[in-house]
């Protein structure tokens, strides 16, 4: 009996470990908070084949739309801690919607895990091409001369083109009056027949009128110059001291996944994003390879939190 006793305490020391030296050990299922098509979606495609490919298992992206990214993001959080459910997280669902919406039932830095950011996509200012400003100081200058004139739009209250717009506002002293839509798509038809003046929007979705002269670009609001816009200023260097705003991407896991696994998808994301051909269609899709850590990914989110709050608290923004 003692024997049976010993073994069987054995077994159970062990499962762990070799839970963890079998994973993945069935198709890993990556959820996409918003709808098929998209930007993120595309990207995040791109880079399950890749996982796919290395771990010889399939890693699966499943399409859970609203509530602004929180419903895919509460699937995750309430998934099994086993590694075979993945969020692909956005700064809606991971920095803006904890900070915003009321009665969320989840916090990123408690009930998450984070593996590793995977891109990085940089806010352009966008304006319509017959709007007589080609740059931030003739923007500024316009919208002092006629506060609240000029409006910007973006794809709804709290997203993420929508606080970029309050924060260029609340560091350059500016009123710009902001026009929100039901997503990118028909901020951005309304932008390029004039009836909004400007976007400031993430990179992949405006990249393609950029180039054919459809709408102008201004400035990036990165903290340097992007390697995809190199002629553009950023804002901060154009006018708006400490401007900064970007797009992200990357991948958590539900909380109390083993390190083992997290560290294993981190390693095996920073190979795939990396990989030349890889990387080359990311940045045509306008957004840069940043592979990190799991704690440096977990820091940049912390980072971002901090900035949505400090946004909010300074503008009383709400989702209303």
């Known amino acids: 009996m003692m024997l049976t006793r010993r073994a069987g305490l054995a077994a159970l020391l062990a499962t762990p470990a070799l839970a963890q030296e079998s994973w993945p050990s069935r198709p890993i299922r990556v959820i996409v908070p918003f709808t098929p098509g998209g930007g993120t979606d595309v990207m995040m495609r791109l880079v399950a084949q890749g996982l796919s490919n290395r771990f010889g298992q399939q890693v699966v992206v499943d399409n859970v739309a609203g509530a602004g990214g929180t419903i895919g993001a509460m699937q995750v959080v309430n ?13 809606g669902s991971i920095a803006v919607n904890p900070v ?18 995977l891109t990085d996509s ?42 970029s717009g309050e924060m260029f506002c609340a560091l350059a002293g500016v009123r710009i009056t902001h026009v929100p839509y039901r997503g990118t798509a028909q901020s951005l038809l309304d932008l390029r027949a004039g009836r909004i003046q400007l976007l400031f929007e993430n990179l992949p979705p405006v990249m393609e009128a950029i180039g054919l002269g ?22 901060a260097e154009a006018g708006v001291p400490g401007y900064v705003s970007s797009s992200y991407m990357g991948l958590l896991a539900p909380a109390r996944t083993p390190p ?36 440096a990914f977990r820091s940049f989110i912390g980072a971002r939190i901090a900035d949505v709050t400090k946004l909010v608290e300074a503008t009383g923004l709400s989702f209303n």
């Open 79 to 91: 998934a099994p801690p086993d590694g075979h459910t993945l969020l692909c997280g956005t700064p």
């Open 100 to 117: 915003m919406q009321a009665g969320i039932r989840y916090h990123p830095l408690r009930d998450l895990a984070a593996v590793a950011q």
């Open 122 to 163: 940089p806010i352009v200012l966008v304006a319509n091409k017959d709007l007589p400003v080609n740059s931030v100081a003739e923007l500024l200058a316009a919208a002092r001369a006629a506060p609240g004139d000029l409006n910007f739009g973006s794809a709804g209250p709290g997203s993420v083109a929508h606080l």
């Open 214 to 235: 459809h709408i102008k670009a201004l400035a990036v609001g990165t903290p340097q110059r992007s390697d995809l816009l190199p002629q553009l200023p950023t804002i």
């Open 260 to 295: 083992e696994i997290v560290r294993r998808l981190a390693e095996a994301c920073a190979a795939v994003v990396q990989d030349a051909d890889l990387a080359a269609r990311l940045r045509g899709l306008g957004a840069t390879p940043t592979p990190t850590t799991p704690d």
